[in-house]
């Protein structure tokens, strides 16, 4: 039951992210879309995450999830509990889920940055924890091959708006977040060879706001 479940749950998913992405090429007003649809066509590979956080009895030094960016387009449902973070400014902004409507956050990831010559950027967020109620939260994402050659697209590069990042296969990629640059790695791939990514696992808390976080509405 569980299985059938769960996929169930992802062929809706699946419709629900294309339909996504292709607002997302429209967004861009670029002629050749194809360019882009070719990201999420043919091969593809995908990862589903249901994830269980309790109670803790001080927030203020367990972090439910570290500070990181999404590889690509990433669909998470946020069920009744609050505890995700997005980063805006330099400030953490809490996204507060409608209880009862099964929210849906949208994160852009480095792929679609790079990709979009950054003129979409990737979500920087993590997720924190709470002293009073459980939260779970269901995460799933999709990527093309580890050989995708992953390159910005000719149409959103002019005069006014420069190359900034160098073509790079997916695994070049993934191998520069496995080795702990969980936040934004692509920066290591620009054109001026600009690698100065501070933001690592050690360094989570580097954008942390002394004031209190703002909070956000989250709209399914």
Known sequence: MYSNAIKEYLIGNDK?????????????KVKNESFFKKYLSGSVNKGFRSNYYPPCPDPSKV???????DSTL?????????GYQLMKDGVWMSVNPRKGENTLCINIGDYIEVMSNNQYKS????????????????DCVAQ???????????????EDHPQIYKPIIGKEYQAVKLEGHVCRPQKFFTVAGDAHLELRHAAGNVFTSTSDPSVVAARA
Request: proline letters at 7%.
């Open 144 to 158: 093309p091959p580890w050989d995708f050659p992953l390159s910005t697209c000719p149409e959103l590069i002019d």
């Open 16 to 28: 629900v992210r294309l339909l996504i992405w292709d607002l997302v090429i429209k967004g861009l």
């Open 63 to 69: 972090v439910g999830l570290v500070v990181h960016t």
């Open 123 to 138: 979500v920087i967020h993590r997720v924190v924890t709470n002293t009073e109620e459980e939260r779970i939260s269901i």
């Open 74 to 82: 990433g669909l998470v449902q946020l069920g009744d509990v609050g």
